[in-house]
């Protein structure tokens, strides 16, 4: 095994060393959204939109802008996704679809369908090749290609439902994993198929010490509750002693960044964390680079994208895009611009919002950051703070108070005639002042938010701050059926939500 691992190892550095010849963005781009139109073209989608004289225009680009309106998921789903639920085929891919994602409901509905198609398995096989490829440049000892990757998803005790099923999108990925791959995955077939989570979490921390595990891959959150049960159960100081050979973490979903500080308590060395950019409409990218902070975009899997930027010219105070907004090709976007994605998939998905903000920290390597939600942003009367604000705002009270904050979210309301904010904390460490967390969070936004620090002087009248104990935030997901590797507890509350966790606080509280 040490020499199959070596020789993967070479022969990543050997392929790194070979140059293939390259398009450009633009080119892979354009040439993505023809074949995604010339697959399409005879679909319901597709006949209704005139793929066909879109396809013969002379500017492609710039007859499908003005031709095919941008859709959120609440529209494409009203529009076209409901007749694949009932059945019907080539609706807006050519395929009667077999799968659909369900999707943690973070924003819009609570409940969405994604159609998974063989085109996006497809998908997502291609982009994990193109990141093994990656590997080679990262510090990877050779061994761990050999060992085995645990991948905390969904079940894949898929829900079977007349035609089609349905699932998390890392349960369908799972249970679509190719055969050469299935020596490596943990936990395995018997226990991914189990459907409960916390009777696969019982097992995964059980049967642990039996696996020489090298990669972990899943949502820092429940991955970092899933070592910690782990740690525990066995009596050992760190995970390292369990698994002395764990050298890769693959996260993705949320910022890493408030989960650091907590995580590496939880190592005995160090180890490579590495980025994906994934959700259940597909698998869009991965951190390339080592010490780079961004997401390389892929550009010719089945995904076209197009970036409209996050401002009152394109999108409405609640985050809603208006009609006919700016879009901009991957060749046309500038750095330090917070973009909202839409994407036209090998999944029958047109212009479609995908709700994530991004900017580019580097337009040659078409690398981005995701800085927040179009709808998980607080701007009551124009603060415009953006989650990725609100995460460093977390991170920095962590270290000037050297406290681990498992998981945070804000509300806002009136307050005075004015506006206030209210900030739950979930950290163990109870004993804290919450006052000095006000503190830093307050005068942390402010030096990274212009726009806070203005509001914080006239209409943001204050700023209070709420600790509870980090395991709420866990029974308020169990509470609402959401609990498991690819939930995320939302980072702005509004409307319902907030009236449901306020509820929920008063109960235990009592």
């Not at 996006?120 to 090749?129: F, Q």
């Not at 995701?370 to 009367?381: H, M």
């Not at 700023?463 to 395991?471: D, G, K, M, R, T």
Request: proline share 4%; hydrophobic share 40%; glycine share 8%.
């Amino acid at each position: 095994m040490a020499i199959l691992g070596n020789l993967i190892s070479r022969s990543l550095r050997i392929r790194k060393k070979f140059t293939f010849k390259l398009g450009t963005p633009r080119q892979y781009q354009l040439q993505t959204l023809h074949r995604l139109l010339v697959k399409a073209k005879d679909t319901q989608f597709g006949q209704h939109y005139k793929f066909q004289e879109l396809l013969n225009s002379p500017n492609v680009m710039a007859q499908y802008r003005s031709t095919v309106p941008v859709h959120n998921y609440n529209k494409m789903h009203a529009e076209w996704w409901h007749k694949c639920l009932e059945g019907q085929a080539n609706v807006s891919w050519p395929e009667k679809i077999k799968y659909f994602a369900l999707s943690s409901g973070t924003s819009e509905s609570a409940s969405k369908h994604i159609p998974v198609t063989r085109d996006m398995l497809r998908n997502v096989k291609k982009v994990g090749v193109k990141q093994l490829y990656s590997m080679a440049n990262f510090n990877i000892p050779p061994k761990s290609f050999t060992k085995g990757i645990l991948m905390l998803g969904g079940t894949t005790a898929l829900y079977e439902k007349g035609d089609y099923y349905e699932g998390d999108m890392s349960g369908i990925q799972a249970k679509n994993i190719p055969r050469w791959f299935r020596r490596f995955y943990k936990p395995g077939g018997n226990i991914s198929k189990k459907p409960n989570w916390e009777q696969r979490i019982r097992l995964i921390v059980r049967k642990a010490p039996q696996w020489d595990v090298g990669t972990v891959c899943g949502v820092p959150a429940w991955v970092q509750i899933v070592l910690a049960e782990i740690i525990k159960y066995h009596g050992v100081k760190n995970i390292h002693e369990i698994w002395p050979n764990l050298a890769v973490y693959i996260h993705g979903g949320v910022s890493f960044e408030p989960y650091r500080e907590s995580f590496q308590k939880l190592l005995g060395k160090p180890i490579n964390f590495i980025e994906t950019y994934m959700a259940s409409e597909g698998s869009f990218g991965f951190q390339a680079r080592p010490g780079v902070k961004g997401i390389k975009l892929v550009l010719n899997t089945g995904i076209f994208y197009e970036f409209v930027p996050f401002n009152e010219d394109n999108f409405t105070a609640d985050g809603e895009i208006k009609p006919n907004p700016k879009a901009y090709m991957i060749h046309e976007v500038v750095e330090d611009v917070e973009y909202a994605v839409l994407l036209s998939t090998c999944a029958g998905a047109w212009r479609y919002l995908i709700g994530d903000v991004v900017k580019f920290t580097s337009v040659k390597e078409h690398e981005i950051v995701i800085v927040g939600r179009t709808k998980q942003f607080l701007s009551l009367c124009g603060e415009h703070m953006s989650v990725d604000n609100m995460n460093k705002a977390i991170d920095m009270v962590q270290r000037k108070m050297g406290i681990t904050i498992k998981e945070f979210t804000v509300a806002g309301f009136p307050y005075q005639s004015l506006f206030a904010h209210r900030w739950y904390i979930g950290t163990d460490d109870m004993n804290v002042d919450a006052n000095r967390i006000r503190e830093i969070i307050d005068q942390t936004l402010a030096e990274v938010n212009d726009d806070y620090a203005v509001e914080r002087t006239s209409a943001l009248k204050e700023l209070f701050v709420e600790v509870v104990p980090n395991e709420v935030f866990i029974d308020y997901m169990r509470a609402k059926g959401k609990e498991g590797a690819m939930n995320k507890f939302p980072r702005v509350l509004k409307g319902d939500k907030l009236k449901d966790w306020e509820q929920f606080l008063s109960v235990k509280s009592v």
